[in-house]
């Protein structure tokens, strides 16, 4: 057993899944997930948050929720948005510590030890990243997303946050008390939510170790290229000017 378990009070770890419309994949992904955490963590949580899908996901999420008690789902009528879900998954983990993943799994699940190894030492929070030289980048994403990646991280340096590669990784880790600050605090309910999150952990001053991680890309995507680009870059603005209005400091 890993040694987080030592006290065994709460669960020791937390992972959130927010799922959109993700019946291809759901079920092998909570099937992987449990898999990987059962044998070694001893207690655990799984959190699925079923974002207003229309398909079959949140019958096959609970489905597996009710094969194993560690799966939890929360099933929302409306679709919000990814930003929207990751935070009531991460406002309601009990784990000492939450890491959220993507439904697609597009960083393998024993990918959390990198994050883990950096919590245990202290750090705030760990961020999984596709963009440092020691990224392991197995199937890269289309070349146009590639390039969208690069723009919205310039924009990100420049109008939010600096020093970090990759903020849009959606593999992601904190300690419990940090993620509840943050996501008490974190109103963006798109994509753009990531850049946030990172925004206000240092306004909060928290500690962030980006990490490199191993990505391979499952190419099906909820990302529309023409329309979320600009949901982003306002996201950005938005940030901003709650930043300015001290909006993140309450
Ligand atoms: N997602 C969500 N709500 C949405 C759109 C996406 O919860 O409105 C989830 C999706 O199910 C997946 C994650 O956010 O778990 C990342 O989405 P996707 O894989 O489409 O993004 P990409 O890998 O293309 O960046
Ligand atoms: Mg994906």
């Not at 948050?49 to 096959?60: E, F, H, P, Q």
């Not at 406002?91 to 960083?107: H, M, P, Q, R």
């Not at 509840?180 to 925004?199: S, W």
């Not at 329309?227 to 996201?235: I, N, R, S």
Request: aromatic share 8%; charged share 30%.
């Amino acid at each position: 057993m890993h040694k987080l378990d030592k006290k065994n009070v709460e669960p020791s770890l937390s992972i959130v899944i927010p799922a959109y419309n993700e019946e291809a994949v759901i079920k092998k992904t909570l099937e992987k997930v449990a898999e990987y955490l059962e044998g070694r963590y001893l207690s655990y949580e799984i959190i699925v948050v079923c974002d207003g899908c229309k398909d079959n996901t949140a019958r096959l999420a609970e489905e597996a929720a009710k094969a194993n008690h560690k799966i939890q789902v929360l099933d929302r009528k409306t679709n919000m948005g990814k930003g929207f879900s990751v935070r009531q998954g991460c406002l309601e983990a009990k784990g000492n510590y939450v890491i959220f993943t993507d439904a697609d799994l597009s960083t393998p699940i024993d990918e959390i030890e990198k994050l883990l190894k950096w919590l245990e030492e202290g750090y705030d929070i760990a961020i999984g990243s596709r963009a440092l030289k020691e990224s392991d980048i197995q199937v890269r994403q289309a070349w146009y997303r590639q390039t969208m990646g690069k723009i919205f991280n310039l924009l990100v340096q420049t109008l939010a946050i600096k020093g970090i590669k990759d903020t849009q990784c959606g593999f992601k880790g904190f300690k419990k008390e940090v993620a509840r600050k943050i996501f008490q605090r974190q109103a963006i309910n798109g994509f753009g939510f990531d850049v946030e999150v990172l925004y206000i952990a240092r306004m909060l001053g928290y500690s962030i170790k980006e990490v490199p991680v191993r990505w391979l890309n499952r190419a099906a995507s909820k990302v529309n290229p023409l329309t979320h680009p600009l949901q982003m870059l306002t996201d950005l603005i938005r940030i901003r000017l709650r930043g300015w209005k001290g909006a993140y400091e309450r």
